[in-house]
């Protein structure tokens, strides 16, 4: 009896593992998208800055 609810708290423990470990993936991805976003933004208008004063941008 005592085994069936030692695997019972195992397999808790497992699953809240993992979810921590998803939950911790998922914001690690969307700060990094965010980073790629901002950079990829600053990168473009650095390139256009020059021609904003000549009218073709």
């Given at each position: 009896?005592?085994?069936?609810l030692?695997?019972?708290?195992?397999h808790k423990?497992?699953i809240?593992?993992?979810?921590i470990?998803?939950?911790?993936?998922?914001?690690?991805?969307t700060?990094?998208l965010?980073?790629?976003?901002v950079?990829s933004?600053r990168?473009?208008?650095?390139?256009?800055?020059?021609?904003?004063?000549?009218?073709v941008a």
């Amino acid at each position: 009896m005592s085994t069936q609810l030692e695997r019972k708290k195992a397999h808790k423990r497992s699953i809240t593992i993992i979810s921590i470990l998803l939950s911790i993936a998922a914001i690690a991805s969307t700060v990094a998208l965010w980073f790629y976003k901002v950079s990829s933004k600053r990168a473009y208008e650095d390139k256009w800055k020059d021609y904003d004063d000549c009218g073709v941008a």
